[in-house]
C-alpha cells in the first residue's frame, strides 16, 4: 500500500494500578467502554484504540496518530471499571511496537 494511504499508529504503554485483577478479555471490554464514554462515538473513531498486550500490570494500546493527544486524556481519566477504582498511567507512546516494548 501507498505511504499516503496507509494509517500512521502510535502505541502507549501504561501502568494499571488496580486492587482488582483483570482478565485480558474483561480488561479490553472495560477498557473500549470507558474510552467510548470519555471519548464520545466521534473521538473513539479518531483513535480506534486496540489492546495489543495485557500483563504484569501494563499494558500497550495501538492507536491512530491523529487521536493520540485525546487517547492519553481519556487513559488518564478513566477512574473505574464497573465499581472498582483503577488508575491508567501512561508510560511511553511510541510509533513503533518494538519501541514501545523496549522502553519503560
Known amino acids: ?17 488496580s486492587e482488582k485483577e483483570y482478565g485480558k478479555q ?7 467502554q470507558a474510552l467510548a464514554r470519555i471519548l464520545g462515538e466521534l473521538g473513539y ?3 480506534l484504540p486496540r489492546l495489543l498486550y495485557y500483563g504484569s500490570g501494563q499494558g500497550i494500546i495501538k492507536i491512530l496518530r491523529d487521536g ?5 486524556a481519556a487513559l488518564a481519566l478513566v477512574t473505574k471499571f464497573d465499581s472498582s477504582p483503577i488508575h491508567l498511567q501512561t508510560v511511553f507512546v511510541s510509533g513503533t511496537m518494538k519501541g514501545c516494548k523496549a522502553k519503560g
Do not use: Q
Not at 26 to 32: D, I, N, P, S
Not at 68 to 72: D, H, I, L, P, V
Open 1 to 17: 500500500m501507498k505511504a499516503k494511504l496507509r494509517e500512521d499508529y502510535r502505541y502507549i504503554r501504561f501502568k494499571i494500578i
Open 26 to 32: 474483561e480488561f479490553e471490554r472495560h477498557l473500549r
Open 45 to 47: 473513531s479518531r483513535c
Open 68 to 72: 493520540e493527544k485525546e487517547a492519553r
